[in-house]
């Protein structure tokens, strides 16, 4: 009877995978070099994207359903987002539009040690910080447009008392201070009220007060401009027909978004940033040299172990053809299993993240392109390794 490739090359996938499963420790530096190739990516992409999500987190978690920016400001990013003062009541005019509020901000000279209230000053083991702050203001009464929801009801109370702050957990080392520690900002003693979490400061370290305290700092905005105005509607699920009918009557004056757009063009805005975007190409480089170097060696060495079951095979009369389809289908499974890897090893990295109040954010579409990078990695690895099996001549299994 005569023996063809059909029946092996019928169920190259089950071949490939049983000999994955019963011979995982050749392949296991594979699986690791594609699984840290792809967290290379992923962790700098989360650590980019969270900063950016970190810096906008005060809107993108208000109860707002529609933000007003500038007409050509294309993120918070993207140059001036604010706008006239006078635009307040345009918005109102709306007849969905419930409630209007600008996000205001200021900037002033932290202290940790005040020179002149010594019964204030931190402890022995303390070191003196002096720091420029942004000063970011909410409005704590309940249900406010500008009060993130994730604020808890201990937070808000804390905030009405005035000159009361609180500060993003990660920045306390930073500022050398602890809740309940006095401060100074343009020396005007405040006190650390609070300690919030998932609000890690990009650059300069952010403090949040009251909108009334921001006043009493003497930094709260009385110009002609104010920062995006946050919008509330009626109905949060009519926030883009809102949007539409906002942009229709704006006269060119602003441009309104839904928070999730908003949210969206901060992201791309992040990939923008020259620097990110030669840091990520990098990444993604040294992933590929990384994955391709080792994977294939790897491949190479296994196929070479098993030189003399591929002899076998093609002795049995196994056709070249259906040998290469065997290899290439152990590759792909090779990439999957490092996908598995990678999210095992990027979920411990963001929980560690998190731990410790930074936070990450793995864009849907960036995990979804790492993926399939890993799994072309692991593909072509195999096609290179391909050559090894020239020598798979079932003459050497009379050697």
Do not use: C
């Given at each position: ?189 405040v006190r650390v009220k609070a300690v919030l979490d998932g609000y890690p400061n990009m650059m300069e370290a952010t403090v949040v007060s009251s909108r009334d305290t921001l006043r009493l700092l003497g930094q709260a905005s009385t110009g002609d401009r104010v920062g995006p105005l946050m919008v509330r509607v009626a109905d949060p699920l009519r926030a883009e027909q809102v949007r539409d009918e906002l942009n229709a009557m704006s006269q060119g004056k ?146």
């Open positions: 009877m005569r023996h063809t490739g059909s029946g092996i090359g019928a169920q190259p996938v089950t071949l490939a995978l049983s000999t994955l499963i019963y011979e995982w420790r050749r392949y296991l530096a594979a699986i690791i070099a594609l699984a840290f190739s792809g967290l290379l990516v992923l962790a700098q992409t989360g650590m980019f994207m969270g900063i950016g999500a970190a810096f906008s987190a005060t809107i993108e978690r208000s109860p707002a359903d529609v933000m007003v920016l500038a007409p050509k400001a294309t993120s918070l990013f993207g140059g001036n987002s604010g706008v006239p003062r006078r635009l307040m009541p345009v918005v109102y005019k709306h007849p969905e539009v419930v409630e209007v509020a600008d996000m205001d901000t200021g900037w002033g000279r932290w202290q940790n040690v005040s020179e002149t209230a010594q019964p204030d000053a931190p402890k022995d083991d303390a070191k003196a910080k002096a720091t420029n702050v942004m000063i970011s203001a909410v409005d704590p009464h309940p249900g406010s447009v500008t009060l993130p929801t994730d604020y808890s009801d201990s937070v808000r109370d804390a905030l009405l008392e005035p000159y009361a702050i609180a500060i993003d957990r990660t920045a306390l080392k930073r500022l050398g201070v602890k809740q309940g520690d006095k401060a100074t900002i343009n020396g005007q003693v602003y441009r309104a978004w839904t928070r999730a757009e908003l949210a969206k063009a901060n992201q791309n805005a992040m990939f923008e940033e020259q620097i990110i975007g030669i840091m990520l190409g990098f990444s993604v480089f040294l992933g590929v040299l990384i994955g391709v170097g080792i994977t294939s060696q790897t491949l190479r060495g296994a196929i070479l172990a098993s030189i003399k079951e591929f002899a076998s095979l093609r002795a049995l009369g196994v056709s070249m053809g259906s040998l290469r389809r065997i290899v290439i289908e152990l590759s792909f499974w090779v990439g999957i299993a490092g996908l598995l890897a990678t999210a095992l090893l990027t979920a411990g990295v963001g929980s560690l993240a998190a731990a410790n109040g930074v936070p990450m954010s793995f864009p849907p579409e960036m995990v979804a392109g790492v993926g399939v990078l890993l799994v072309f990695i692991a593909v072509a690895s195999g096609l290179l390794a391909l050559g090894i099996l020239k020598k798979s001549q079932p003459a050497d299994l009379l050697r």
